[in-house]
């Protein structure tokens, strides 16, 4: 049977032929369904199955293009983890040779509170553990600071050091050694609670209230006894004799003459100077300083506590601090035309918020600017499907019409 032709202007075979070359096979797959319906609506069974075969085809190429971009992604991420690994490499054979000056950070310094290494051993601790950030260079010439392995507070020998991570799910480190065997959970919630409010003393009322609420005053007064008990053993790591927790007034608070380095304050401090930065036109300094503040951001605040809702203001806060830098440092790149870092904190952003227009704007414009124009559609029909399901709206005038500039080419 002869296949007859679709009843088709040749100005929608043009666009169709577009889309083909642009790479939009979801919009070829959705003219294909149609053409497909048509077909078997007027019983035409050869073009029915003439377009089946095509849709296959259509699917296909979708595939192979989700395998470029995922290859290419890897590529991308193992070459700057290389590029990671050598000036590690370097700085600490630096370290070795007896080189004070291992690795320079771009101005501004970092505001260390740790003395200097006295010794080669320290030394090379230090480079591999505190948290530095090393320089990286884009291909497109910007500049990116990464974070490197987790801070250690130098150990004095007299009073504990402990580091603390609060991104992700918490960790906790005691001089070089981790502390994971709480004795309980409720231990370890008032420890999160009491980091959270270390500028002030905690009343033993609020903890009974807060963990116990329906608990008679005399259970939760015990059970907050027992809890506190489990927390020092825990704590009490090669130092029997310190008081990691002081009670006095019926309030308990961390010892302040203990040496902490938590991830959250040192977010926030990078967060704030890069701020000042901002407002006074040092968009460099600014964007150093966030730079550092993001790296340190490695998930939700106490990400293993999603349903305490005495963490939920704080994780908010955190949450928008973090978004309003990415947003920042994406537009800062995309005007400085470091495609691949505007492309990785778009990203960020979308993994937190999928429905940011912005950011999905700036990956379709970077994406384009890199060659890769059929990712900036598929990454239109992504911001498409994410309106529609989290928000059912379409998304703005201005993000279409960079769809359409990129998919006829006049962008």
């Known amino acids: 049977m002869a296949v007859r032709p679709l009843p088709v202007e040749s100005e929608q075979w043009q666009r169709l032929d577009d889309l083909t070359s642009t790479g939009d096979y979801h919009a070829v797959k959705q003219w ?76 501004p310094p970092l505001q260390m509170s740790e003395p200097p290494p006295t010794n080669l051993w320290q030394r090379a601790r230090g480079i591999l553990k505190k948290p530095s950030l090393t320089q990286d260079t884009a291909p497109s010439g910007g500049q990116r600071m990464i974070q490197t392995a987790p801070h250690m507070v130098e150990m004095d020998g007299e009073r504990p050091s402990l580091t603390i991570y609060c991104f992700g799910s918490l960790q906790v480190y005691e001089d070089d050694h981790v502390i994971d065997e709480w004795a309980s959970r409720k231990g370890k919630a008032i420890f999160k609670y009491l980091l959270m409010h270390r500028d002030r003393p905690v009343a033993k009322e609020q903890l009974m209230d807060l963990f116990w609420p329906n608990s008679h005053p005399d259970a939760a007064r015990n059970n907050l006894n027992v809890a506190i008990y489990g927390l020092r053993q825990a704590l009490r790591n090669g130092y029997p004799d310190f008081s990691h927790i002081i009670f006095q007034d019926d309030c308990y608070i961390l010892n302040p003459e203990m040496r902490l380095w938590v991830d959250v304050e040192a977010f926030e401090a990078h967060w704030r100077q890069g701020k000042i930065y901002w407002q006074q036109n040092q968009p460099e300094q600014a964007v150093y300083e966030y730079q550092a503040a993001v790296s340190l951001y490695q998930g939700e605040f106490l990400a293993e506590d999603r349903y305490e809702e005495w963490i939920f203001p704080r994780r908010h806060q955190l949450e928008e601090a973090y978004l309003e830098m990415l947003a920042v440092l994406s537009r800062y790149y995309l005007d400085n035309e470091d495609f691949t870092a505007c492309i990785e904190c778009s990203q960020k952003i979308l993994r937190v918020e999928p429905c940011q227009e912005a950011a999905h704007r700036h990956l379709m414009q970077a994406y384009y600017q890199l060659g890769q124009a059929y990712l900036a559609i598929r990454q239109y029909h992504e911001c498409v499907t994410a309106l529609q399901t989290e928000l059912e709206v379409s998304p703005e005038e201005r993000t279409t019409q960079l769809y359409e500039s990129i998919r006829q080419r006049t962008y």
């Open 32 to 107: 294909l369904a149609a053409a497909q319906a048509d077909a078997h609506h007027r019983g035409d069974v050869a073009l029915e199955n003439l377009l089946a075969v095509a849709a296959q085809l259509c699917d296909t190429c979708f595939h192979h293009q989700e395998e470029l971009a995922t290859y290419k992604q890897e590529y991308e991420t193992a070459v700057k983890r290389e590029q990671t690994m050598r000036q590690q490499l370097q700085s600490v054979l630096q370290a070795i040779g007896g080189m004070d000056t291992a690795v320079t950070p771009p101005k």
